[in-house]
């Protein structure tokens, strides 16, 4: 049975379960085994997490030394790793998901370049002279804009202050190449319901077995990481998502996103894209339409069932100006007026012509009173 009909242009948000990831999930639901056990159902559902584990070590490349730890989400394995121990200073940019910002309230933030990309030459300078323990905190990619982050400078730059780096890769697992170990970084956050896997499962990947204080205490899961007894549904789910990563087939979305951004940009020149000049992942469109508010173009969508967001999913529902969107330089109608298309692994065609038809209605509606 169909769950939901409609347009789905929200992946950005979440990405629907794939087929084959939620057989996986309702066969484990049905099984009784809890991994700590040590009969024959502990046994096999231990075996079950370790296979997910090893799924996740594949998708990111991660070395004999690294750890991946599960956790309900990327929200939490985002707070886990500014948990390391002996951090004394944490430097985050100003672009990073509310899970780091919030999580790290004395984080002295990198700004951004009007084009989305952080700016390396301030990180630089922050960290001249540095002689404390220093975390840097910067995003793969950027789950409003999809622009792809220069990480490998990052690193660059963190190792020649002694710097630890954690980036949130949320957005770009199933969607980019992930090699943790060519990247660098010591940390490394995912989330399972970005790539058509269940939500409320993530992970943190920890490079070198680095110390880490644990959140949440009450077990010794998770090599004494994460206690409670582990979402075994929803972990082999995670690791069945990731064995169905194909990032080829995914950059053919690129395909979709730009004859979108083309015939948009056909019918109303004066829109802005943001992020359009540099690396983006494939599958994201973030515009702004100055004039029309964000919420005027999301309802005429939504009644034509469509679902798109406007900024990050956390911030839809209240009038709040995406601080990505400020932190890049733009004005509070462009904010305001701005709206996120992300495609994914189910999106075709015909769902974008749709959505060009329907947001062109709309636009014919506006028109005449933003003087087009
Ligand atoms: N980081 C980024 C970049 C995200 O897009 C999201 C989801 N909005 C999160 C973290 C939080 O992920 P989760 O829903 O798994 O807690």
């Not at 730890?69 to 500014?82: K, P, Q, R, Y």
């Not at 954690?166 to 060519?182: P, S």
């Not at 990731?242 to 951004?261: P, W």
């Amino acid at each position: 049975m169909e769950l939901f009909s409609g347009t789905y242009l929200d992946h950005n948000a979440t990405s629907p379960l794939r087929p084959e990831v939620l057989s996986t999930v309702q066969e484990l639901l049905g099984f009784p085994g809890n991994a700590s056990s040590i009969h024959k159902a502990g046994r096999e559902a231990r075996k079950r997490i370790e296979d997910a584990r090893a799924q996740i070590v594949k998708l990111v490349n991660a070395g004999s030394r690294d750890v991946v730890v599960f956790t309900s989400g990327a929200t939490e394995a985002n707070n886990l790793a500014l948990r390391v121990t002996n951090i004394e200073r944490v430097i985050a940019s100003s672009i990073e998901h509310p899970s780091v910002l919030q999580a790290a309230p004395d984080a002295q933030i990198i700004p951004a370049l009007p084009s989305g990309i952080i700016d390396l030459a301030a990180l630089d300078k922050m960290l001249t002279g540095n002689t404390q323990q220093t975390l840097i905190s910067v995003m793969l990619v950027n789950n409003e804009t999809g622009v792809i982050q220069p990480l490998d400078e990052v690193v660059k730059i963190a190792r020649k202050y002694g710097a630890l780096v954690h980036t949130d890769a949320v957005q770009a697992a199933g969607r980019m190449h992930l090699d943790i170990q060519a990247l660098g970084v010591d940390f490394l956050t995912l989330s399972a319901h970005k790539l058509g896997g269940p939500q409320g499962v993530g992970c943190l990947v920890i490079a070198n077995c680095l110390a880490v204080a644990p959140q949440i205490l009450g077990g010794n899961q998770e090599k004494n990481l994460r206690a409670g007894t582990e979402n075994l549904a929803g972990i082999a789910g995670f690791g069945k998502a990731a064995e169905l990563v194909d990032i080829e087939k995914y950059h053919k979305l690129g395909v979709l996103r730009d004859r979108l951004e083309k015939d948009l940009l056909a019918l109303a020149p004066n829109l802005k894209i943001f992020g359009f000049d540099a690396p983006r992942v494939h599958n994201t469109s973030m515009f702004a339409l100055p004039g029309a508010s964000s919420e005027t173009q999301l309802i005429a969508l939504d009644l034509a069932g469509i679902c798109v967001s406007n900024g990050s999913a956390c911030s839809s529902g209240t009038v709040k100006i995406s601080h990505v969107l400020k932190a890049m330089g733009a004005t509070d109608a462009e904010a305001g007026s701005s709206l996120r298309v992300s495609l994914g692994w189910n999106t075709t065609e015909k769902d974008v012509d749709y959505f060009l038809t329907k947001w062109n209605e709309m636009y014919n509606r506006v028109k005449s009173r933003l003087g087009a």
